[in-house]
């Protein structure tokens, strides 16, 4: 990836699922940092710690299933704050994260869906809300750890 990022035939190179203690090592004998770390986010799972290491690296966290696998889509804690802002669900979640300053990697079924998904920029989340979104108990998550798969 060094070589090919050096030869401009890549622009960035990315790391998916990497964990604090899987960066350290590879830091240690990089000649060039990763850039970006794709890694499930969403709320009630945001991996603070891993986030806050990241931002310490330099490294940009990406989000991949921000909507929880669409397990956070019917969640009623999150519907109730999605209708103070006339948003659905999806709209939320993906404003949550990009409100957080963390690019999202979407899948849509849709058209439809897509454009919604697009059409997060309309308000803002208060800083309360934003508050109560990132202190939510554990959920959504997918079950998969990448020491673990």
Known sequence: MEELYEQGRVKAIGLSNFLPHHIRPLLEVARIR?????????VGYMQEYTLSYL???????????PLGRAKLINDGTVSNIAAKYGCTN????????NQRGIPVITKA????RMKENLDIFGFRI??????????????GWS???????
């Open 55 to 65: 931002r310490k690296e330099g490294i940009l966290p990406q989000a991949w299933s």
């Open 34 to 42: 990763p850039m970006v770390d794709q890694l499930e986010l969403h």
């Open 143 to 149: 079950g998969e750890h990448p020491d673990e798969v």
């Open 126 to 139: 208060a800083e309360d809300d934003m508050s109560y979104l990132s202190s939510l108990p554990e959920r």
């Open 90 to 97: 999806a709209a939320l979640l993906l404003r949550y994260l």
């Open 109 to 112: 079924s849709s058209k439809e």
